[in-house]
């Protein structure tokens, strides 16, 4: 069955940086976009980044835009995340995603993704 596990979250002063992990097993990985959203504490899951299935695309949010980059290693069937100049308002747990029946190059709504990881926590402290 598809798995996705994420990794590399943590905490961090603000203005540092991070870079998860998301390692996908059970799909054919090179064939879907992926992406990573984020859910805070009291707050709706919501969409952070994500990329075409080559990797020739990505597309990003306007509050992570410029401090976040999304790629992936298709050899490897894995996504990143790296999470540069961090704010006290990234802090949340993080979920790598794959969308397998969307149309969409890069879908940014939460229910075009059909798997989800466990999801890794991040806490900015400022």
């Known amino acids: 069955q598809v798995q996705l596990v994420e990794s590399g979250g943590g905490l961090v002063q603000a203005g540092g940086s991070l870079r998860l992990s998301c390692a996908a097993t059970?799909?054919?990985?090179?064939?879907?976009?992926m992406g990573w959203f984020r859910q805070a504490p009291g707050k709706e899951r919501e969409f952070v980044a994500g990329i075409k299935w080559s990797g020739g695309s990505t597309y990003y949010a306007n509050s992570v835009k410029g401090r976040f980059t999304i790629s992936r290693d298709n050899a490897k069937n894995e996504v990143y995340l790296q999470m540069n100049s961090l704010k006290s308002e990234d802090t949340a747990v993080y979920y790598c995603a794959a969308a397998i029946l969307s149309w969409s190059t890069i879908p940014t709504s939460r229910t075009s993704y059909n798997y989800w990881g466990q999801g890794t926590q991040v806490t900015v402290s400022s």
């Open positions: 059970g799909l054919t990985f090179s064939s879907y976009p």
